[in-house]
Structure formats: structure tokens, C-alpha cells
């Protein structure tokens, strides 16, 4: 079985301030890891995803997230965050074999102040 | 443009009521996904579906049915024996090779408010 746990719900953060956000997993099995976004009233949208190789995996918008094998976490950082940040994120797992399920956390919505 | 869309964005219904939810995607993708989402609770899975013709309960199938009759759609029908139906649905596809490697593509979403 998998669980995701994301223990932050609610972060808020000054513009061009960092950031980080925790998510730790629990799996009996190898898994692939995700961040997905989430704007408001919205679906969801891949933000990276960690399956093999380098542990350090950028998104496009300034976004990374480093996968720690030994603590099973996968947190994501940002240097400098924006205005345009401001959204919920989810994490999820997915198990390398079987069905392609994700198994997402309770997500931490991100606000940035300005 | 590909995509997934789903109708309507918004949704009320009567208690006792059954309405169904339309997902329809056209990105060629074998399989497709349902999920409730909940303040507080994430996403969970309420039916998949890797192929036409077959579909599988996930976490919280109860009170809810799918059908796959075509590769490009996936409707869900929300019965009145789901007791808390009220909600943001959320529909979604994705490549099907075995493993979990795929991104899952995501439609808008409908919000679905039980009166």
C-alpha cells in the first residue's frame, strides 16, 4: 500500500522570499514521484515528476524537487517565488508496476503575499 | 487542440437524484481516470478504466458507476445512494504501458452541489 503525506496544508510566503514544501511517502513497493499545480477552480497540471537517474528534477518555472531515498521525501523548493505561484500542490506516488494509479496527498495550497 | 473536457463546470442536484458527469478526451489515451476531490483530503480514486469495455473500482466506488463504451469517453454517474455527493470531480487520462511512469492529464473539473 502507499501513502503520501503532506504536512503542511496551508504556507504562506512573501514574493521572491524561498519556499519549501514537505511530502513524505510510505510504499511497500519502488515508486515514481510527482508534484502536480493546481490554480483555482481548475485541474490539475504536471508540475515534474522524479523516475529514475538524477535525484534533483526541475520544472520549467524555477521549480525542484530532490528525491531522498533513505527519508522517503521529495519536497519542492523554489529560490524566489511569485505572485503567479500562488496555488495548490499535490504530490503523489505511483508504484513502478500495475496499473498507472497515482496516490496523491492532502495537498498544501501556497500563497504568496505581496 | 488536445485536451480533456468535462460538462457542465457547475452541477445541482435534488437529493435522491442521479446525475451523470461527462469526461471526454481526444489524446488517443487507453485509459482514464475518475477522482472526488474534497477540502482537506486531496484526491481520491473513485474508478479506472485501462481499457474499453473494462473498468475497476478504486478507494470510494461506492454510490457511483462508470461505463467505457468508447476510448474517448468515461462518464460517471453520481446515484443517490452516494450519500455525500457534493464535491469537485475531477477526470483524467493517460497513456496505458504497464508501470506508473505516465502523467496523468487532467480535465477542468465539475463541481457538483447536492441541494
Known amino acids: 500500500a502507499q501513502s503520501v503525506t503532506q504536512l503542511d496544508s496551508q504556507v504562506p510566503v512573501f514574493e521572491e522570499a524561498p519556499v519549501e514544501l514537505r511530502c513524505n511517502y510510505s510504499?511497500?513497493?519502488?515508486?515514481?514521484l510527482f508534484w502536480y499545480v493546481q490554480y483555482p477552480n481548475q485541474g490539475l497540471q504536471l508540475l515534474l515528476k522524479?523516475?529514475?537517474?538524477?535525484?534533483l528534477v526541475e520544472s520549467i518555472n524555477g521549480f525542484e524537487a530532490e528525491f531522498n531515498k533513505s527519508q522517503t521525501s521529495f519536497p519542492l523548493r523554489k529560490p524566489s517565488v511569485h505572485l503567479s505561484d500562488t496555488a495548490e500542490y499535490f504530490c503523489?506516488?505511483?508504484?513502478?508496476?500495475?496499473?498507472?494509479?497515482?496516490?496523491f496527498g492532502t495537498g498544501t495550497r501556497l500563497t504568496v503575499i505581496p | 487542440d488536445g485536451g480533456i473536457t468535462q460538462s457542465p463546470k457547475y452541477l445541482f442536484r435534488k437529493e435522491g437524484q442521479n446525475v451523470t458527469l461527462s469526461c471526454e478526451q481526444n489524446?488517443?489515451?487507453?485509459?482514464m481516470y475518475w477522482y472526488r476531490q474534497d477540502p482537506g483530503q486531496g484526491l481520491r480514486l473513485i474508478y479506472y478504466?485501462?481499457?474499453?469495455?473494462?473498468?475497476q473500482k478504486g478507494d470510494i466506488a461506492e454510490g457511483y458507476s462508470v461505463s467505457r463504451e468508447k476510448k474517448e469517453s468515461f462518464p460517471l454517474t453520481v446515484t443517490s445512494a452516494q450519500k455525500n455527493p457534493t464535491a469537485f470531480y475531477l477526470c483524467?487520462?493517460?497513456?496505458?504501458?504497464?508501470?506508473?511512469?505516465?502523467?496523468?492529464?487532467f480535465g477542468p473539473g465539475t463541481r457538483l452541489t447536492v441541494l
Open positions: 510504499s511497500s513497493v519502488s515508486v515514481y
Open positions: 522524479y523516475l529514475s537517474g538524477s535525484t
Open positions: 483524467a487520462s493517460s497513456t496505458q504501458i504497464a508501470g506508473g511512469r505516465n502523467e496523468q492529464f
Open positions: 478504466s485501462q481499457i474499453v469495455n473494462d473498468f
Open positions: 503523489a506516488v505511483s508504484p513502478l508496476t500495475g496499473a498507472n494509479n497515482l496516490f
Open positions: 489524446l488517443n489515451h487507453d485509459a
